[in-house]
């Protein structure tokens, strides 16, 4: 999973395990522009915004072999859900402190960014 902002968009893109995977036409990154006067929520029900303070937009898509994934983006951080992973699927922390991740049920959330722009819900469990 690589998270990036490009062109004012929030970003996050699927890496297949090995570079021999088979590849699909179904989308393998999903992407969020960052808030603007005429486009963003600040309603804090459900994720993102129990997760991002503030203003926040946020897209969703199936990828392949991951099930349902949603990203969300604020001025200042970015928040991702992986729906469904796997107990034995984990996030490797390779970008310093900023990024964070945890279970919360049956999915991983990944977020990165000003951590006073990002709450941690109390029912999630750490990793």
Do not use: Y
């Not at 690589?2 to 590849?23: K, M, W, Y």
């Not at 951080?77 to 945890?102: F, P, Y």
């Amino acid at each position: 999973m690589i998270l990036a902002v490009r062109n004012d968009t929030c970003q996050v893109s699927f890496l297949a395990a090995r570079p021999t995977d088979a590849t699909t036409t179904a989308p393998t990154s999903v992407g969020s522009q960052r808030p603007s006067a005429g486009v963003s929520s600040d309603s804090h029900q459900g994720f993102p915004g129990d997760v991002l303070t503030g203003k926040h937009t946020q897209a969703s898509a199936q990828i392949p072999l991951l099930g349902f994934v949603t990203v969300g983006c604020s001025e200042k951080a970015m928040a991702v859900r992986v729906e469904g992973a796997a107990v034995s699927a984990g996030v490797r922390n390779k970008a310093g402190d900023s990024l964070k991740s945890w279970r919360d049920g049956q999915d991983i959330v990944v977020t990165v960014g000003d951590p006073e722009a990002i709450r941690r819900p109390d029912s999630a469990s750490t990793s």
